[in-house]
């Protein structure tokens, strides 16, 4: 059964740095795109970022370009996302996605994505 499983959220201050993971079973990691994708209370689920099966190439929605950074691990099967100079709006549930047959590209868009984590809660205190 092919389950991504997120970690690593919590409770920081606007400007700190936070680290959140993704580890995947079930499926052959180094062969599927990757992608954070977020919800805030009472808005709709968004895209954040995305990365290729390689590594090699990946994308970030405007809100956050310059401040998220995502990266795997296929050895660990764990995608990551750094997070810094967080503010109030990037309080949301994170959730990572899971898409086969992607190792060179990503994939931005949420409709793709078969393969959903239960997601981690970030919270940013102002």
């Known amino acids: 059964q092919v389950q991504p499983v997120e970690f690593g959220g919590g409770l920081v201050q606007a400007g700190a740095s936070l680290r959140i993971s993704c580890r995947g079973s079930?499926?052959?990691?180094?062969?599927?795109?990757m992608g954070w994708f977020r919800q805030a209370p009472g808005k709709e689920r968004e895209y954040v970022a995305t990365?290729?099966?390689?590594?090699?190439?990946?994308d970030y929605a405007d809100s956050v370009k310059g401040r998220f950074t995502i990266s795997r691990d296929n050895a660990k099967n764990t995608v990551y996302l750094q997070m810094n100079s967080l503010k109030p709006e990037d309080a949301a549930v994170y959730s990572c996605?899971?898409?086969?047959?992607?190792?060179?590209?990503?994939?931005?868009?949420?409709?793709?994505?078969?393969?959903w984590g239960q997601g981690t809660q970030v919270t940013v205190s102002s």
């Open positions: 996605a899971a898409k086969s047959g992607y190792y060179s590209d990503y994939l931005p868009r949420e409709d793709d994505y078969p393969y």
């Open positions: 079930g499926f052959a990691f180094g062969r599927n795109a």
């Open positions: 990365i290729a099966g390689s590594g090699g190439s990946v």
